[in-house]
């Protein structure tokens, strides 16, 4: 087992390095950075479309799309209108390693004023791989239980801003929305909230307005 | 990244050795074994627990929770009656080996009839390790989206049996059951299916029927 676990720290050490190289070059484009991570269909595609059609014409957006196979979510976010938006397929990785964010960012314009990533739908992994980001934003979908901060604490520590999508099924699933931010709160009591549901479009409003907020100034 | 891969490779080598052992003893104890995968909050110990609750005095089931973090799951499978319960915490690690399954079933009784290993909740890692298992069972929450079997493709070739859960939920979610069954079957058209809705009951019977005739005569 500790051998394992030394080849893994080897793994996340070269990362690190690149992460950090990644965000010198975030700075010199004055480019903001968010990571988007969740469970496999949280609604991280559904809400950066949405996301997109709300900014677009006032902030400039690219997007990086992490999947393991199929590029129809570089495809959707692209249909809604961002600005650029490269499919990273990593043929069966389980993250998204700050080197194939390098690598995507090549082709990207300097105009760009929003980089989000959308990492792999995975609530264990992608927790360990820093991509430079800003900001890591983990989307949690109400209908997988309130018992998973405590369960992928991981996760929920290594983001600063918890958004809890589909808020619109909560009186089917007889859920409390409070109940849930107050069990992340136990885990992370730093976390920034939101409550969304992006098929229905509740909280998109103050979800843009903070992504705006992030924007550096030229 | 071809050192990666190859460091990835050792470390699976090195688990199949161990899946081989298991398999021989899993059959020495004629004791059959299911593997449930699924993404997080899918529903697999709701499933567990109502299945125990159906089959305790028909058949003695041993379960082992595989978590990263909290004993609840194994508290709530035995509390709902399971014969014998072991949780495994793997402390961040992101899917179940069978190092670690062999270790746990140096407890076991001999007068199991069944071993359900519920895995960590991921679609994407616990597809690559062999825990010794008679069949893998992919458990699919119909809120994750039909989009899921072609984007996860490791994980729904791997296993032998869909079980897509929370079908409760299709009115609701404006999603067709049947269609997500299709397009699982593209991606691996030998797949078992059932419907279940873990809260409401729904296929419950059709499922433990099956899980029943998994078990080896005396």
């Given at each position: 087992m500790s051998r394992t676990i030394k080849i893994e720290k080897k793994i996340l050490e070269k990362n690190d390095v690149i992460a950090a190289r990644l965000r010198d070059e975030f700075t010199k484009r004055k480019l903001a950075v968010v990571n988007i991570m969740s469970s496999p269909g949280a609604g991280k595609t559904t809400l950066l479309e949405e996301t997109v059609k709300k900014l677009a014409g006032k902030i400039s957006i690219g997007i990086i799309e992490g999947d393991i196979a199929t590029d129809r979510d570089a495809r959707r976010v692209e249909e809604a209108g961002a600005d650029w938006v490269v499919q990273i397929n990593?043929?069966?990785?389980c993250h998204l390693e700050a080197g194939m964010v390098e690598q995507a960012l090549q082709?990207?314009?300097?105009?760009?004023d929003i980089l989000i990533v959308e990492n792999?739908?995975?609530?264990?992994?992608?927790?360990?791989?820093?991509?430079?980001?800003?900001e890591g934003v983990m989307l949690a979908s109400?209908?997988?239980?309130?018992?998973k901060p405590k369960k992928y604490p991981g996760m929920y520590r290594a983001c600063g801003t918890l958004v809890i999508n589909k808020v619109d099924l909560a009186p089917v699933l007889e859920m409390d929305v409070g109940e849930f931010e107050r069990e992340a709160l136990t885990v992370n009591p730093k976390l920034k909230l939101f409550r969304t549901s992006a098929k229905r479009g509740d909280g998109l409003d103050e979800w843009c307005g903070w992504l705006g907020s992030l924007v550096k100034s030229e």
């Open positions: 990593t043929g069966g990785r082709t990207a314009p300097a105009s760009l792999i739908g995975n609530l264990v992994c992608p927790a360990g791989f820093d991509l430079g980001e800003d109400l209908t997988e239980g309130m018992d």
